[in-house]
């Protein structure tokens, strides 16, 4: 069994940064190989949407909201992957979640638990 942990989270005041930590863990022989990694969100009353999303020896995917102050980047060998954020507004005010997508040897797709981001005007 595969668990992701995000942390990171808090409260920032507009314009402020933060910078997004999700790892995989699990038992020996469960973390396979690791085929994408991405961000999420969910603001309250709105649907999930995809903050971010890279994909391993290819490319990386940004929602156009976020281009050029969000940064998502993946360390394979830690089976980890970060989001930094910056000059926050407070409309990205949201629970913000990790997916990873593996090989185990078939194809799965795991979230974290979430982590809030409150963003103060």
């Known amino acids: 069994q595969v668990q992701l942990a995000e942390s990171g989270g808090g409260l920032v005041q507009a314009g402020g940064s933060l910078r997004l930590s999700c790892k995989a863990s699990?038992?020996?022989?469960?973390?396979?190989?690791?085929?994408?990694m991405a961000w999420y969100r969910q603001a309250p009353g709105k649907e999930r949407e995809l903050v971010a999303r890279l994909f391993t020896g290819a490319g990386i995917d940004y929602a156009n909201s976020v281009k050029g102050r969000f940064t998502i980047s993946g360390d394979n060998a830690k089976n980890a992957v970060y989001l930094q954020m910056n000059s926050l507004s407070p409309e990205e005010t949201a629970v913000y979640y990790c997916n990873i997508g593996m090989y185990t040897p078939n194809y799965h797709s795991y979230w974290g638990q979430g982590t809030r981001v409150t963003v103060s005007s």
């Open positions: 699990g038992s020996i022989g469960s973390i396979g190989s690791i085929n994408d």
